[in-house]
């Protein structure tokens, strides 16, 4: 995305105006005479809308939820001379399937709206389960919280007050049916207490392409041909031993990945080895992973991986998609982070990526300045519902949400 839209996680324009997670209380009304048992009803949305359970392994419910998201998500808008560029995020099914379908996630959880006359998903909210770690000083603690993703809702129902009543739905569930009492979510917007604030950084990887989409500012008071000579990169890699990762490194990748995140002071813990496969295990234009094996003692000692999320442009004459790949978590043992880094950017540009991003969370800060990472206008912000912890500085936050 063009600057000012780094943030993958924002609200629609009127979810903006309320604070994320608001507190519902499962209980029944004051005076509401209870005749009947069972779980409570969701909560009642404006006239003329209804509630769906989405369910992502019906085709027609996922394409349902690929075009909300593809025409009505995350968009940012550049004018180029006389005409406007518009870039939106494009989450292809399989990456959606892959982002909401992780071990233990809930059909319950993938909430729509829809209109009661045209049957058309008009919104829709997300949370899947995650094991989430928070230090306190020496102490650390882990809750099982809602990861809560993917709001959105359509443009023409946008002022209806449908944003606000999604959020409240998606916490009353993970109250009700898991006992989940604690959520994260990022935002772009700054919104009562964020427990951290993140920066997206940009490295170029097709200069040529990106200054022809306007995607960013960095290095505008250059000539072209001076940025390529700047973001030329090496044509093999300089990592002896890397090589892409595979099932049976799942079990160390596993215990690696754990060990790195427990010095951060916000961060995931993959409680099963499922949660690995599933997470790293490299999937074709979704997720990308690699290990370095110590050539002699055929020991796993490092990991890179990065996810894939390409953008559609539109109203430009000759470009109509934007390839990029995010820095998801990188562990580094034995070889220097700005060494894998550097890989990470061979092997991405091979894929096809025209441009690498990377907040400035974890141990990235190590590599960003001296790879040509170029920092972006926005911020994305980390925020916990019903749990308290301190602010923290970007570099202790271990978490991403892709």
């Known amino acids: 995305m063009a600057e000012g839209t780094d943030p993958k996680k924002v609200v629609d324009g009127e979810g903006q105006k309320n604070s994320a997670v608001p507190l519902v209380k499962p209980v029944p009304k004051l005076v509401e005479k209870v005749t009947d048992s069972g779980p409570l009803e969701p909560l009642t949305l404006p006239n003329n809308f209804k509630w769906d359970d989405i369910d992502l392994e019906n085709e027609s419910q996922l394409v349902e939820v690929y075009t909300l998201l593809n025409e009505n998500y995350v968009e940012d808008n550049v004018k180029d001379d006389k005409t406007m560029i518009t870039f939106r995020f494009d989450y292809s099914r399989p990456s959606l399937e892959w982002a909401l379908k992780p071990p233990g996630w ?18 829709f909210i997300s949370a899947v389960p995650a094991r989430i770690g928070i230090r306190n000083q ?3 603690s882990t809750q099982m919280m809602a990861e809560i993703n993917f709001l959105c809702v359509h443009k023409d129902v946008r002022g209806k007050r449908v944003a606000p009543v999604l959020i409240k739905e998606i916490t009353r569930r993970a109250r009700c049916q898991v006992d989940i009492f604690q959520t994260v979510y990022t935002a772009a917007k700054l919104l009562p207490n964020p427990v951290a604030s993140c920066r997206y950084w940009h490295r170029h990887l097709d200069p040529k392409k990106l200054r022809e989409v306007k995607y960013s500012s960095i290095y505008c ?31 160390t ?11 951060f002071d916000l961060f995931p813990v993959f409680e099963t080895k499922e949660d690995i496969e599933h997470w790293f295990l490299p999937k074709p234009d979704i997720i990308s992973s690699y290990v370095v ?3 002699e003692s055929k020991v796993v000692t490092d990991v890179i991986s990065f996810y894939h999320l390409p953008s559609t442009v539109v109203s430009h004459p000759v470009h109509t998609t934007l390839s990029a790949v995010y820095s998801f978590y990188n562990v580094s043992t034995c070889t220097p982070m700005k060494d894998l880094m550097q890989d990470a950017l061979v092997l991405a540009k091979q894929q096809g990526a025209d441009v690498f991003n990377a907040l400035d969370l974890m141990d990235n800060k190590q590599f960003l300045e001296e790879l040509k990472f170029g920092t972006g206008d926005g911020h994305l912000r980390y925020y916990l519902y019903n749990w308290k912890c301190p602010e923290m500085p970007s570099e202790k936050v271990g978490l991403v949400l892709p």
């Open 253 to 263: 990748v596993h215990a690696l990945v754990n060990k790195y995140l427990e010095k």
């Open 293 to 295: 094996e110590n050539p």
């Open 138 to 140: 020496l102490v650390i």
């Open 106 to 123: 809930k059909k319950e959880w993938h909430c729509g709206v829809r209109g009661i006359t045209t049957g058309k998903l008009l919104g």
């Open 221 to 251: 008071d250059m000539t072209l041909e001076d940025v390529i000579h700047l973001c030329k990169l090496p044509k093999t890699l300089k990592t002896k031993g890397l090589r892409t990762m595979e099932a049976r490194d799942v079990p």
